[in-house]
């Protein structure tokens, strides 16, 4: 399964490239993290230390970057668990409301429904508006436990 290179513009009208992340980009990513703010963002991540050891457990699943004018600024990753998959999605904070995390959120929901999800979810504190406003615009619906948001992939099989 992969999602091609694609690149749109944001908000900014700057170019946003996203694509998959591959082993090259660690130490990228690594140095992203490192002044990331705050961290934890959102329920303990990303971690404030032992940041690669945290890259490396997520580099089995399908992860993704956003590249703007050749500097990482945003990474996301699908964590997938039989027809589920989980997402978490991460902007620096020099890049934030810009139409970045759409973009990746977007990547990943589409991601998910190329290998056949059923379902994608993902959650954060109540108080993270900008997370929660930005699920509700990819049609994700807070659960009965209001720090989850959901949607249901149509042409997903039914269980
Ligand atoms: C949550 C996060 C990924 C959003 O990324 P982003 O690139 O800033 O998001 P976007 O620019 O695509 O905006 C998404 C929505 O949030 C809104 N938003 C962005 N920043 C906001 C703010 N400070 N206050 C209120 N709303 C805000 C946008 O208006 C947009 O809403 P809309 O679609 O209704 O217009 C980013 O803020 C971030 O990395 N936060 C820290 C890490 C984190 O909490 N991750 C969540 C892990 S699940």
């Not at 457990?57 to 993704?64: M, Q």
């Not at 993270?128 to 509700?136: E, Q």
Request: net charge neutral; charged share 25%.
């Amino acid at each position: 399964m992969s999602v091609p290179v694609t690149a749109h513009q944001a908000k900014t009208k700057k170019a946003v490239q996203i694509r998959p992340a591959s082993a090259a980009d660690e130490a990228q990513l690594c140095s992203m993290y490192e002044s990331f703010e705050p961290r934890p963002a959102s329920l303990g991540l990303p971690p404030r230390v032992r940041i690669a050891e945290w890259l490396e457990r997520l580099s089995p699943s399908p992860n993704f970057l956003a590249i703007v004018d050749d500097r990482l600024v945003g990474h996301a990753v699908l964590c997938p668990d039989g027809d589920t998959a989980e997402v978490a999605v991460f902007v620096h904070q020099d890049y934030r409301n810009r139409g970045i995390g759409h973009l990746l959120l977007e990547t990943l929901v589409e991601q998910a429904r190329q290998a056949g999800m059923r379902r994608v979810w993902g959650m954060t504190e109540l108080d993270n508006i900008p997370m929660l406003r930005l699920a509700k615009s990819l049609g994700f619906a807070q659960e009965k436990d209001p720090c989850m948001f959901a949607v249901d992939l149509p042409g997903a099989p039914k269980r």
